[in-house]
């Protein structure tokens, strides 16, 4: 890629430094830094109102801060905002194209707003339909879309240049299991082609599968930050989980799970689930509690070692969880 | 690309798109197509018979009103596009590209000159049927169309401007009835002149609608004995049409591109 050529070697693709963006008393961010190195792909993850999509917009060149910098393949997206614009794809919460054009008539329209020039458009139009499955509706006027094909026709719409940074704000919101899968599928393809990648996200599965590095925020403010399997660390160590046949049992299934619980025995599903935080030994807790069961005639219909979601590790950084709103 | 030939290029992409709607979303044809003949036949055979120009056929005098009134009413179509492009995802998409901050604009407000020249076509086939002539020659007819297209231009700064600021579609079409409305029946364009009371008369004879009427009249030869008035304005109608056409566009092209820039900053 030639834009790294010309980059530093230890400089990211992506990186902001302390941005700030108030908005009356409300300060959307209140000094967030991130970086995402050439090639890797950074979640950031928060609740509504966390800041996420105002992050976003500050490092596409959409908002400007209060204060910070913002650079992206090597430029300073304040002082020079239409070469970074040249350097970012960019698709939105809100599928972002003309509902009465056509999916080709969408894509020519943004390679010629690109300067890519007439012919170049129209190839890389119908290169992006084929890619992105999308050619058996090419020629319908895109209001007609589900709201999974209207997204991958916005993401297409991102990748009309070829950008080397890409940029996509909550890319699964509101889809249906399917078409968040075809997603997950085409974002993983681009990050296969080498792309550096930043995507905010509420859903801490979508960090987990996707990210390489995941940025915890809420309030406009990084809480967290690490891989997947260290923000679980963070929490502690592994649960056991017990469901039982019957909610007899439950009793006697406590008092075992008690002897090598760390903390409380959360006991749900009218008396059937049982769960506990083990310590460092959960293998062997996880054995010794399966032997109690069998000398106890507690019968289970599944048992097993479970690590935290990020799920709990939400909660147990932020105090709530992650679904709630918080403005 | 050069600064110009980039914006000459992206202007010219985002008027493309908009012409495309012509044919996806009726209610333009409508717009465009079908209310102009209404209002040709409405005012030819309404007031036909009720009011007096003298020298001259009332249906044959009336036209270059009907014209007047639609190019300045087909301004609302600017205000109204931009206000529903800024409400739509697509806004979103031009502003992530590196394209000219003023294409958005220039692209509405060149393709409305062309659903200007389709309204005036078609007036001009319904003008012919119900008895209007043009009785001077091509070029002067020529020129009174382009006379109309130019100031339907300007006028449509002033509404793309008012657009980015209103808060929906429907407060534009309001809005711009509330003041279009006075601005073209208190014009020559329907009613003589010399037929306003005093207090109105003046009004009349300044009002800029009254002189691209005029002027297009004049050039079509459907003027009879004269304008009724002595004033400067209808005495020079193309010279004062066009006064007016390039201090609108002056005031009003800057400050659509500055409030474009302060709307989509949010």
């Known amino acids: 890629m030639p834009v790294s050529s010309v980059m530093a070697m230890s400089e990211p693709m992506i990186s902001a430094t302390g941005l700030v963006k108030r908005y009356k008393d409300v300060e959307a961010l209140a000094g967030l830094d991130l970086a995402v190195p050439e090639g890797k792909v950074l979640a950031l993850l928060g609740p509504n109102g966390a800041g996420k999509t105002t992050a976003v917009r500050c490092l596409t060149t959409l908002l400007k801060p209060d204060a910070g910098a913002a650079r992206v393949a090597g430029i300073d997206v304040l002082a020079d905002p ?9 698709s939105g919460q809100y599928a972002a ?32 339909l084929e890619r992105f499955d999308l050619t ?12 999974g094909q209207r997204r991958r026709l916005d993401l297409a719409g991102a990748l009309v240049a070829a950008p080397p940074v890409i940029v996509l704000d909550e890319p699964t919101t509101g889809l249906d299991p399917r078409s968040r899968q075809l997603m997950w599928d085409v974002i993983r393809e681009l990050v296969g082609d080498g792309a550096t990648l930043l995507l905010t996200t509420q859903y801490l599965e979508e960090a987990d599968v996707l990210a390489d590095d995941i940025v915890v925020i809420d309030h406009g403010r990084e809480i967290a930050h690490g891989t997947a399997d260290e923000l679980k660390a963070q929490t502690g160590g592994q649960r056991i989980e017990v469901v039982l046949v019957s909610p007899a049992d439950s009793e ?13 025995v959360q006991v749900s599903g009218g008396g059937r689930e049982l769960g506990a935080a083990v310590g460092d030994e959960a293998a062997g807790d996880l054995l010794r509690v399966l032997q109690a069961f069998e000398r106890d005639a507690v019968k289970v219909l599944d048992v097993g070692l479970r690590r935290p979601t990020l799920d709990d590790v939400f909660l147990s950084l932020t105090g709530h969880d992650s679904t709630e709103a918080d403005q | 690309m050069s ?12 008027a493309q798109r908009n012409l495309i709607k012509i044919v996806r979303v009726p209610e333009i044809l409508v717009f465009v197509l079908v209310s102009p003949i209404m209002f040709v036949l409405l005012f030819a055979y309404v007031f036909g018979g009720a009011i007096e120009t003298p020298g001259v056929n009332y249906r044959e005098w009336l036209i270059a009103g009907i014209f007047g009134q639609t190019i300045v009413f087909g301004a609302t179509f600017t205000g109204a596009g931009l ?40 007036m001009a086939i319904t003008g012919f049927i119900v008895g209007w002539r043009i009785r001077e020659g091509f070029l002067d007819a020529i020129a009174g169309f382009a006379l109309l297209l130019v100031f339907g231009y300007a006028i449509s700064w002033v509404m793309a401007w008012v657009g980015l600021m209103v808060p929906s579609v429907e407060v ?28 109105l008369k ?37 010279a004062y049409t066009l006064f007016w056409v390039v201090g609108i566009i002056a005031m009003f092209a800057p400050l659509a591109v500055r409030q474009y820039r302060l709307t989509t900053s949010k």
């Open chain 1, 97 to 128: 194209v003309d509902e009465h054009l056509t999916a080709y008539e969408n894509l020519v329209m943004i390679g010629r707003l690109y300067h890519l020039g007439r012919t170049r458009a129209r190839a890389r139009a119908q290169e992006l």
């Open chain 2, 3 to 14: 600064t110009m030939a980039q914006a000459v290029n992206d202007g010219w992409v985002v």
């Open chain 2, 202 to 238: 003046p009004v009349v004879e300044w009002n800029p609608v009254s002189a691209v009427t005029q002027a297009s009249r004049d050039l079509f030869g459907n003027t009879g004995v004269g304008p009724g008035s002595d004033a400067w304005s209808l005495q020079h109608p193309v």
């Open chain 1, 82 to 90: 239409a070469a970074a614009k040249s350097k970012i794809g960019l």
């Open chain 1, 252 to 264: 006697a299934a406590s008092r075992v799970l008690n002897e090598v619980a760390v903390g409380e």
């Open chain 2, 83 to 122: 206000a529903e492009d800024m409400q739509k995802g697509i806004i979103d998409r031009f502003r992530s590209l590196p394209m000219s901050n003023s294409a958005v604009l220039v692209g509405r407000t060149s393709s409305d000159v062309v659903y200007n020249v389709l309204s005036l076509i078609i």
């Open chain 1, 136 to 147: 058996e509706f090419a020629s319908r006027p895109t209001k007609t879309y589900s709201g």
């Open chain 2, 172 to 199: 534009i079409n309001n809005a711009s009835f509330i003041v279009i409305m006075p601005l073209t029946f208190v014009s020559n364009a329907f009613v003589p002149t010399s037929s306003f009371n005093s207090v």
